[in-house]
Each structure stands twice: as structure tokens, then as C-alpha cells.
């Protein structure tokens, strides 16, 4: 967080605008609402299966939001604001509101007019967004979620700003994602009080100002698909389905789907159409790994770029095909498709049917087939760095005395954080300074996993004031390069790649050498 960049953000005419969008202090909450929904859109890149987000819609919303817990008497204390807050995302329910002669509101007790059971804690998860909104409204503690289907993009305020959020819940008891949300806001009111913002002034920096460091779409090259997903598309998506598709688009055309939480960056997404299309549609490539998103239903997403339209492959195709009706998915029907993973033998059987039915399948991704490397036994996050990271470090021109392993560095009180490889460090007394550090794992791929080793290797760069930082585990080498302000784009790691690739291929190995070799890092 700059300072004197965020106060010169404040004097300008674009900051004092946004600041005054977000004034919880106005007389018209309706117009407000409106107009920070609307500014909402504007901040989101724009995804082809995504209808535009009405304005109206979502207002309506947050009214029969607030109706609804009106009626049932639920309401905030300051005193116990958390039990209060628990109390709240536990008992509500959202039903018809019915209104008597005297203007008096209540909840219509018919089965029909119930719209959300108390106990449906997934989709009351899925309303954090229209929750925030009138929270935000009602008390000061809680922020706006602006972002429903886009997470990423909340990770990507919080990196510019330096705001450590908690980690995620591994879990599926789905109230814990609404109490994730109240421990959000606990992480946003740290940073509200350290620059000392108001409610506004905050929500202005959030989505505004950070929304202005962050280099937008800035991707970096795909890595090869190592893996195939299934995901469905619904009578929404058709029409951008087919635009996306038709070749009108110049440019990047993302979309954004349902996906496995192990999809990679890079990987094959095979997107099938629903009833009453019920055929394959077109294949693209994951523009980002499945991001798990505490506030969606389907909970894991991912953007997908580089759609190509194929023949249209029936249900039928596939029941009648020899091979695909013996595949488990086929076999049932198609049903529960989002995130199912094609083999490697599946995907050319997919690419055999296209190509009799006239298709080109030369402009189709290939997956990566990689050469088998024995790293040994690899069961313990001790054996990633003993038996593949130390290794290639020693063929990039290390040796044991050019990093420090589990190197202990102050932070705040008595506290004490512990990289795992930190390069030529520097420094009287805590090793303040070191150019690069990298933080390994046993196994990032649940993308949970990865986000929580991001946030960790970044946070150990920047107290260190690093210029690179890496994060990697059993399959693959990760490499992000932090800018001055120790600002890191998540989304745009400048190498990306399979362990295998790295040493088997000598041009992958020869890259890896210009970004990280020895000679490199000692000159930073």
C-alpha cells in the first residue's frame, strides 16, 4: 500500500467520485445500491457466459433480503457482534413477504412461497453478495462483496493492497464459508484502521484504487494441458456460447465455468451443451486454475479463454460410439457433468469423433504427454525439496551455502515466520533483504492449497523485500516476480511449468536459467 499514491488517488476527481459512491451515510440507500452496482459491473471483465448484472435484479434482492430478515426479527448487536452475526446467517430463511391492511409485513407461511430453507447453508452461502450489500448498509464492521462469480478478483485487490486475508476453510459444512465472510471483513477493518479510512474512503481503495495498480489480463504464456475437463453449459450460456465462438471477437474472449477443483492453467475444457442442445459445443483452455470461491454455489470456477467451435457431437454420438458408450459419464446419461476428467485416451477418442465429422482437429490443443522422471519416493514435502527443487538448484549453479533453509525472520511481536529456501540473505539482524525466496509443498493441486502457498511465499518476500519468489510442489515450479510495492499478479507468473519439462527439456531448463540461475539472483 503506497501512501502518497493512495492520497493523490483520494484528491483526484475519479477518487473523490468513488469515494462518494460508496457514502453509507446518504439519504437514498436505492440510489446508492444502484450505483454501486453498476460501478460493480464496470470493474469486471467482461465474460461471455455471464449475462450483464441487472442492476434492478439485484436491488430487488437485497430488499426482499432485508424484508425477509425484518419479519424475522433479526438483527445486529454490537456487544456480541459476531454471535449476533452467527445467529443471523443461521436462522434466516428467505420466504414470500405478505403485507396486511395496516401496511404490516410478515412471512407468508405457505410451503409454495418458501424461497431458501434455514438449513440450506450452500445457497445461503451463494448470497454473501446481496448479504454484504445490506450489511454494509446496516453497520460499519461489514463490507461489500461485489465480485459473485469472480473471487479471483477480490485475491487480486487484497495482493495489490497487501491485505493478508485467513485461509480459506477446507471444508464442507457451508455455513463455515458465511462466517469466512465475517473474518473477510475482519481482515479489511485491520487495513481500514492501520490507514485511518472511513467506510468509504476504504471501499474506494478496495475497488477502485487497487482495481488502478493491478495490470489488467495481463497473462502470462499457457503452460501445456496436462489434464481434460467435462463442463456443462445451461440455456443462459447458448447465445454467448455461440458469440464467443463465432470468430466476431478480436482479442482475449473469456468465459467463466463450473470446473474441477483440480483444474490446472493451461488445461483442455470440453464444454457440453444441456437440453434440449444436448451435443458437445466447442473446447477452450483454462485461463486460470480452478479457483475454489467461498460465495458461489458451484464453488469451483475457472476463466477459460480460446474457445474453438467443433461439430456438433450428440448425446446420441456418444451412446452410439463404441468406445464413449462404455465411458462412465455417457453410461450415466451426462448427468452431473461440471468437472468430470477425460483420459488422455477419451480426449483422442473425442478428437477421432470430430475429425469424422468434419472437423479440423489440427487447430485443437494437444495434451502434454511428459517424459517420465524418477524423482523417487515422494510422500513427504521433505522429499519435494530433497529429491526435485535441491537438485535442479544444483543444476541452475548452486550450492548449500547460497540459500538458508527454514530461515527464522521477526515479524511483529515475538513472532516468528519461516520461509523454506530464502537466496543470499542479507542483514545485521534479521536477515532483512534477500532477492528471492521459495516456498514448497507437497501437493497444490486443490487450488485452495495453492492459494494459501501463494499468500505464504508472498508474505515471506515481502518482509524480506524480494524481487522474485517461487512456490511449487511434486508436479510443477511456479515463479512470480514482485514489484516494488510487493505487489505480486497471481494470475500472470512469468514461468509456469511441469517438473518433467524442466528437466528433461533443455530450452525449459535454459529459461528457467535466465529468471533464476545463480548469477541472476546474486545480481539483483
Not at 448470497?127 to 473471487?151: C, D, M, N, Q, T
Not at 477443483?261 to 434440449?276: A, F, N
Amino acid at each position: 500500500m503506497n501512501r502518497q499514491l493512495w492520497d493523490m488517488y483520494k484528491a483526484s476527481p475519479e477518487g473523490k467520485s468513488c469515494i462518494e459512491l460508496f457514502n453509507p451515510e446518504t439519504d437514498n440507500q436505492i440510489q446508492l445500491l444502484e450505483g454501486i452496482i453498476e460501478y460493480s459491473i464496470k470493474c469486471q471483465p467482461r465474460m461471455a457466459n455471464l449475462d450483464d448484472i441487472n442492476t434492478e435484479l439485484v436491488v430487488d434482492q437485497v430488499r426482499f433480503l432485508a424484508d425477509n430478515l425484518s419479519c424475522q426479527n433479526l438483527t445486529l448487536d454490537n456487544d456480541c457482534l459476531k454471535d449476533s452475526y452467527e445467529k443471523l446467517i443461521t436462522d434466516f430463511f428467505l420466504a414470500e413477504i405478505i403485507e396486511d391492511e395496516y401496511g404490516n409485513i410478515s412471512n407468508s407461511t405457505d410451503v409454495k412461497d418458501l424461497w431458501l430453507r434455514a438449513n440450506d447453508f450452500r445457497r445461503k452461502s451463494s448470497y454473501v453478495h446481496e448479504l454484504s450489500l445490506y450489511l454494509y448498509l446496516l453497520h460499519p464492521y461489514f463490507k461489500p462483496i461485489l465480485f459473485p462469480y469472480r473471487y479471483d478478483l477480490i485475491l487480486r485487490n487484497c495482493d495489490a493492497l497487501g491485505i493478508e486475508l485467513p485461509p480459506i476453510p477446507h471444508t464442507k459444512d457451508y455455513k463455515a464459508f458465511l462466517m469466512y465472510y465475517y473474518d473477510i471483513c475482519t481482515a479489511m477493518n485491520k487495513f481500514q484502521e492501520e490507514y485511518e479510512m472511513t467506510d468509504e474512503e476504504f471501499c474506494a481503495c478496495f475497488y477502485g484504487f487497487a482495481k488502478m495498480l493491478c495490470d489488467e489480463s495481463k497473462y502470462a504464456e499457457l503452460p501445456k494441458p496436462v489434464n481434460v475437463w467435462l463442463t456443462g453449459a445451461s440455456g443462459g450460456d447458448f447465445i454467448s456460447l455461440d458469440e464467443a465462438t463465432s470468430g466476431k471477437f478480436e482479442g482475449d474472449f473469456n468465459s467463466i465455468w463450473a470446473c474441477n477443483e483440480r483444474t490446472k492453467r493451461g488445461d483442455i475444457v470440453v464444454v457440453y451443451c444441456l437440453s434440449p442442445r444436448s451435443y458437445i459445443h466447442s473446447i477452450w483452455r483454462a485461463n486460470t486454475a480452478g479457483l475454489f470461491n467461498p460465495f458461489d454455489y458451484y464453488k469451483c470456477r475457472t476463466t477459460v479463454c480460446d474457445g474453438i467451435r467443433v461439430p456438433e457431437i450428440s448425446s446420441k454420438d456418444l451412446k452410439a460410439d463404441d468406445y464413449f458408450s462404455n465411458v462412465p459419464i455417457v453410461r450415466k446419461n451426462l448427468q452431473g457433468i461440471n468437472g468430470v476428467e477425460l483420459s488422455a485416451h477419451d480426449y483422442s477418442e473425442l478428437l477421432r469423433l470430430i475429425e469424422q465429422k468434419g472437423g479440423d482437429i489440427s487447430a485443437l490443443p494437444k495434451l502434454y504427454e511428459s517424459e517420465n522422471v524418477d524423482f523417487g519416493e515422494i510422500k513427504l514435502e521433505k522429499d519435494v525439496e530433497e529429491n526435485i527443487l535441491i537438485p535442479m538448484l544444483r543444476k541452475l549453479g548452486y550450492n548449500e551455502e547460497d540459500w538458508t533453509r527454514q530461515l527464522s525472520l521477526k515479524a511483529g511481536r515475538g513472532l516468528k515466520a519461516i520461509p523454506d529456501f530464502v537466496f543470499f540473505a542479507k542483514g545485521e539482524k534479521h536477515f532483512e533483504t534477500a532477492p528471492f525466496v521459495i516456498e514448497a509443498k507437497l501437493d497444490m493441486s486443490l487450488m485452495r492449497e495453492q492459494i494459501n502457498a501463494f499468500s505464504q511465499g508472498l508474505s515471506y518476500a515481502k518482509m524480506l523485500r524480494s524481487s522474485l519468489m517461487g512456490i511449487c510442489d511434486k508436479e510443477r515450479l511456479i515463479i512470480y516476480r514482485v514489484d516494488s510495492t510487493g505487489s505480486v499478479d497471481r494470475n500472470a507468473p512469468i514461468f509456469e511449468e511441469h517438473w518433467a519439462s524442466i528437466y528433461k527439456d533443455p530450452v525449459v531448463g535454459a529459461q528457467l536459467n535466465q529468471l533464476i540461475g545463480k548469477e541472476v539472483i546474486k545480481n539483483l
